[in-house]
């Protein structure tokens, strides 16, 4: 089963999966370019446009190189008390890969958490082009999300009347970060037609109007080339839980979505 929900550029669709809770899959779209919409999705300081997003702090930088990075970061977020606690803290591992125009990617996948048992996702960013003229005339973001709280039971979504409710509180949550989202991307475009400047210089003006972080990143950056200079190992995965989770969840086919 699945609950699904679309509007003005932007639609997203909930439903169960095996071995997790939800999956979430959305798109958001907006006259921004690919590249800029990237950065912007990214952007610390975007976290003052969107009153739904989560806050990152202690950004580790584990790999930096040319349109390629990974790094830490503890996610804090408040909550609803549906899905998640209203506090919850997540170490995410994030990758952003810009190697590919075609789809700039980022991955991440919660290595520690207060809430989550699992917890991955995905988003690219792809150039959207007019069919008629093959110009390039805005980006689309494609998101997917799968999720897994603790101490909750996948069976829990089959359940007809309690898995509406919890597909229905992820459809409301995801659907206002999406709104919240190109509603930050209408205003970086506007700000960009207002003033003549490329909008992946508008994207820095809208969310770091005082360059605070531009010198955060600067700093994390430089703190990178330090550890490597050094020859330390600065990050290991460890996949331990994914294999509890295949006994654990085992026997049963996919649901239907």
Request: net charge negative; charged share 30%; aromatic share 6%.
């Amino acid at each position: 089963m699945a609950t699904k929900d679309y509007g003005d550029g932007w639609a997203v669709r909930v439903c169960n999966r095996k071995g997790h809770l939800l999956s979430v899959e959305a798109t958001v779209q907006c006259d921004l370019d690919a590249a800029s919409f990237f950065a912007l999705g990214m952007h610390p300081g975007l976290r003052t446009l969107m009153r739904s997003r989560e806050v990152h702090k202690d950004c580790v930088v584990l790999i930096a190189q040319p349109l390629y990075k990974e790094v830490t970061v503890t996610q804090t977020t408040d909550g609803d008390g549906v899905l998640r606690k209203k506090h919850d803290e997540s170490l995410l591992h994030i990758t952003e890969d810009r190697r590919n125009p075609a789809a700039l990617t980022v991955t991440f996948k919660a290595l520690k958490s207060t809430c989550f048992k699992k917890y991955t996702g995905t988003t690219a960013f792809r150039p959207v082009t007019d069919p008629a003229t093959g110009r390039v005339v805005g980006s689309r973001a494609e998101s997917t999300q799968d999720i897994l709280p603790k101490g909750t039971p996948t069976w829990l979504t089959r359940m007809p009347l309690l898995g509406h409710i919890l597909r229905e509180a992820c459809l409301k949550h995801v659907r206002a970060l999406l709104l919240e989202l190109k509603a930050a991307a209408d205003k970086v475009v506007a700000h960009a037609a207002a003033t003549g400047v490329s909008h992946a210089e508008a994207v820095e003006a809208v969310c770091d109007p005082t360059g605070e972080w531009a010198a955060k990143q600067a700093e994390e950056l430089r703190q990178a080339a330090a550890q490597r200079q050094q020859g330390l190992r600065s990050f290991a995965f460890d996949d331990a839980w994914e294999e509890e989770e295949e006994d654990e969840e085992g026997e049963g086919e996919e649901d239907t979505l």
